[in-house]
């Protein structure tokens, strides 16, 4: 039996316990100290067709990411589980210079030879978008693709973690390396796969690595309606920051900040969330007729060149790390953890390793 140690629950530690579940020689711990995770806090929007970024190596793991959502969902639905956090609700664009959205509607056409996922697209006249969105505002036209996603984070982990049967230890902990096994919250482990997004430099700073992996905050606003029936709602994302996220049971989600200069810090900003809501209302007036609010505040991990890397870390045999997600980890982290485990069980995977390299992001001093 191999004893395997994954630090940190969030989407990679949670799809990791999953798919190592599936190879009985494997007992799997997982400890999470459950401050500050990104995936609790994410506005879970699956729709990476729209991107502008000319980086290759990250579109293409974005794509096949959004492109693995529906596999695992129906491997938890063989497996007998929930999976109602998954939903392809839709997705419209919107453009302050709506000449724009055509532009947008040719480089999507182009991405779905490649991606059907991203399924039916059209430019909706206001009026149209109101059929699936009821009381949208703000714009003409709009840019629809049936195939967008919304996921919730925290619901899909629990399935997750809950599925592999793997234990769970709430605390924090470090990495200590024996003689003869790695030890993790006072118990030896012959594997450890390091998922602890944004707090990896704490993690391996003090075995004398240089990580180059930064936190960024991230705010939502939850809103709470009474007899509102979001679960068919598209997803809305106007330009910028700004998104709109309906979820099932009356909840809309507004976000997300992206605050770089803030460190590990929690706390709320109610001057950053007023931001967000006033622009929101300008789409979604009826915002102000929510019975209640929650916020959510989350640490993303963002890398010099915003990549993201995952494998061995070098000088470290059995230790595997998965990091800098940033803005899209939903997206991309089950497709990551679940080659993270081929490569770590088989020595091989799908992905290939030199487009997302760990020795780039992880230096030993
Ligand atoms: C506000 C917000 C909105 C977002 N919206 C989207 C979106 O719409 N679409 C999308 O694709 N992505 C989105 N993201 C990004 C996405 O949520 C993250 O990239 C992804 O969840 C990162 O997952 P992770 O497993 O790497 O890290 P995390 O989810 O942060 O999990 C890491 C876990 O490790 C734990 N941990 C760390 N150190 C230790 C330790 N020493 N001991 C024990 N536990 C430890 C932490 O507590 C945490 O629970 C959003 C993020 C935020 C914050």
Not at 54 to 83: I, N
Not at 110 to 121: N, T
Not at 290 to 298: D, L, N, T, W
Request: proline share 5%; net charge negative; glycine share 10%.
């Amino acid at each position: 039996m191999t004893r395997i140690a994954i630090i940190g629950a969030g989407i990679v530690g949670s799809t990791a316990a999953y798919y190592l579940s599936k190879y009985p020689a494997y007992q799997v711990t997982v400890f999470d100290h459950g401050l500050g995770q990104a995936t609790k806090a994410a506005a879970g929007i699956i729709s990476p067709w729209f991107s502008k970024r000319r980086h290759k190596a990250w579109y293409r793991l974005a794509r096949l990411g959004a492109d693995f959502y529906p596999s695992l969902v129906a491997d938890l639905a063989a497996a007998g589980r929930e999976t109602s956090f998954y939903q392809q609700t839709g997705v419209y664009l919107l453009k302050k210079n709506e000449a724009k959205l055509a532009e947008l509607y040719q480089l999507a056409q182009s991405r779905r030879q490649e991606s059907p996922l991203i399924g039916q697209l059209s430019l909706h006249s206001q009026s149209q978008v109101t059929e699936r969105f009821p009381q949208l505002a703000g714009f003409e036209e709009a840019l629809y693709a049936s195939g967008g996603a919304r996921v919730e984070g925290a619901e899909l982990t629990r399935t997750l973690l809950d599925a592999s049967g793997a234990s769970l230890v709430t605390e924090r902990v470090d990495l200590q390396v024996g003689e003869t096994t790695y030890v993790v919250g006072g118990q030896p482990f012959d594997q450890v796969i390091l998922a602890c997004g944004a707090w990896l430099g704490q993690l391996l700073n003090p075995l004398g690595y240089e990580v180059d992996v930064k936190p960024q905050k991230g705010q939502l606003q939850d809103y709470f309606f009474d007899h509102l029936a979001t679960e068919t709602y598209p997803v809305v994302m106007p330009e910028g920051e700004l998104d709109i996220i309906p979820f099932a049971q009356g909840k809309i989600s507004v976000g997300a900040s992206h605050e770089n200069d803030r460190g590990f810090d929690l706390s709320l900003d109610s001057a950053i969330l007023a931001k967000l809501e006033t622009e929101a209302l300008s789409y979604y007036p009826l915002l102000t007729a929510a019975k209640s609010k929650a916020q959510r505040v989350g640490i993303r991990a963002y890398t010099s060149d915003f990549s993201p890397f995952f494998g061995q870390v070098p000088h470290l045999p059995g230790v595997y790390a998965v990091s800098g997600l940033g803005s899209s980890g939903l997206t991309t982290g089950p497709l990551l953890a679940k080659n993270l485990v081929d490569l770590l069980v088989t020595g091989e995977c799908l992905l290939p390793v030199t487009d997302y390299p760990i020795d780039r992001y992880i230096v030993k001093r």
